[in-house]
C-alpha cells in the first residue's frame, strides 16, 4: 500500500482535511500516517487534538513546537525544532508522499524536511494570495517543492503552471471546504444554543482576527475593532487568533472586551461546531482565510479587515474595509443590510461541487512514483 503521511498543525486545516483524511483512511490501496504539531497541541488553543482523537483517527506522532515566546524568533525556532523531530518520525514511517495544506510556516518546516529527505509533496491549496501576511511566501515556496498541486480553482490552478510547474502535475480539485459542508449534518439553533452555552439573539455576529505579520499593529488594529463592535447591539462570538506572533496580545484584549459585555463570547476553538456557528450567523468579521473561503459558500455576509486576506479570489458577500473603526462600522452596516443579504443569498461558488476527497484520493492512488515524477523540471 502506498503510505500517504499528512502533518496538520491547526484546527482550521485540520477541518479542511478531514473528508480527505477519511478517504485515504477507507482506501483498500492508501495507508493514511499522521502527525499532529502546532497549536492542536496548546492548551490556550483549545487542545484540538482531543477532537482529532474523537473523530477516530490513529495519530502517529504528537510534536510539540510550540515555545515560550510569542516573536518571531519563537516560531523560526519552532519550525528548526519542527525539522529535527520530522527527520526522526519520516525515518520510521517512511511515507511515500507527503501531504499538505496551506500556507503555516509548521507546513513550510515540514515541506523542507521532506525535500531534504527526498518524500514526493502534494499541497492543497496552492496558487493563491495573501499579501498582508507571511504565509504568501511560505505557499509559494511549498509550491516550488512540491511534486503534486491540488488547487481550488481553475485560476489558481493556472498561477501554479504560471510559476513553472508542469502542467501534468497541476489539477483543480475544488475547495475541501465545499465537501465539509455537503456532508454536514448541521444542528438547530437550540441544540447549538445549548452546546455554546449562551442565547444567540440576533443579529449574531462571529469574529476572528488575526495578526497581520508583516506589520506590527495589531494592538491599535483591535482596538479599532472593538470600538466599531460597541455601536451594535449583537451577540457577539470570538474565535481565539491563530499561534503567530502577536496572536497572545490578540486574544487576551479580545477576554478583556468579552468580560465587561454581557452578551460577548470567547471560544478558542469551535471544532466541528464552526459550520453551526456560520450557518445561524448574521455576519462574519475580521481577516480570516475562513471569509474568504468558508463563509461564501454559506452565502454569509462578511466583513474582510485590511489587507491580510488581499490577492484572494472575491465572492459577492465580502465587504473589504480598511482598519479605522468608522470603515469596520460602516462595513457591518452595509453587510446587514437586506438588500445585500437578499443578493447573495443565490451567489454563485466558484469552489467546485463537493467532490475534492474523491479526487485527491484518486490521484494518490493512480500515481505513479518514479524518476519522472521525482525529477522536477521547470516549465
Known sequence: MKKICVVTSGR???H????????????LSLELQLIVTGSHLSVSQGYTVDIIKKDGFKIDDEIDILTDSDNKAGIAKSMGLFMMRLADTFTHLKPDILLLLGDRYEILAAASAAVAMNIPIAHIHGGEATEGAI?????????????LHFAVTDIYKKNIINMGEQPFRVFNTGAPVVE??????????KTLEGRLGFAIEPPFFIVTYHPVTLTNNSKEQIINLLNALDKFNATILFTASNIDHGGAEINDMIKNYVKSNKNSFFVESLGHLYLDV????NLMIGNSSSGIIEAPCMRLPVVNIGDRQNGRLRHENIIDTGYSADEIEKGI???????????????????????TSKIIVSILTDTIINEDFICKKLC
Open 333 to 355: 452596516h452595509a453587510a446587514l443590510d437586506e438588500a445585500f443579504v437578499k443578493k447573495i443569498s443565490n451567489m454563485e461558488i466558484l469552489y467546485g461541487n463537493g467532490d
Open 16 to 27: 479542511l482535511l478531514y473528508e480527505t483524511l477519511k478517504g485515504i483512511n477507507e482506501s
Open 180 to 189: 465539509n459542508i455537503k456532508n454536514h449534518e448541521f444542528t438547530d439553533r
Open 135 to 147: 504565509d504568501e511566501q511560505i505557499r509559494h515556496a511549498i509550491t516550488k517543492m512540491a511534486h
Open 278 to 281: 456560520l450557518k445561524h450567523a
Open 12 to 14: 482550521a486545516e485540520y
